[in-house]
């Protein structure tokens, strides 16, 4: 905890709202891919599907797919809110090592320089750290779809074949 207290000061105001961005975006993150393995794992069970069962199988791929749609539009955008916050960041502590140089004696000038810098840096370095790992498990998520998407396929065209003889 201590750390992270340390690296909200050390990366400026800015870093308040990375965290709590992160801690949604995981949050949705994880909560996609489990519901994705979930349906994957109800799939993996041994079944026979009847003809008359195909509707139902169909709106539950169906589900399943725009339930993904949507989960993937707004992880989008927090995915991409991500390093738009490390820039705000960034120009933020370049505001401050500005200021810093403004009429002050040389060891505050030194010390203004290297606070505003070090913001700049974290905070640019936090959006980046948040989104590129979340890009990595939509990306994650997008292939167990479309595995679910295939499995769905083979069961449907498997109940196909054994009501057509």
Known sequence: ???????VERGGPVMVAILCLSVVLYSRCFRLLLSLWRSNRQLDRPFAVREAQLPQLRRRREEV??????????????????PLLGLLGTVSGMVTTFESLSGHSPEKIMEGLARGISEVLVATESGLVVAIPAL??????????????????????????????
């Open 1 to 7: 905890m201590k750390a992270l207290v340390e690296l």
């Open 65 to 82: 797919h725009e339930s993904f749609r949507q989960q993937r539009l707004a992880l989008g955008a927090m995915i991409t809110a991500a």
């Open 136 to 165: 990595l498990v939509v990306h994650i998520a997008n292939r167990a779809l479309r595995k679910y998407l295939q499995k769905m396929n083979r069961i449907e065209n498997g109940a196909w074949q054994i009501a057509s003889p």
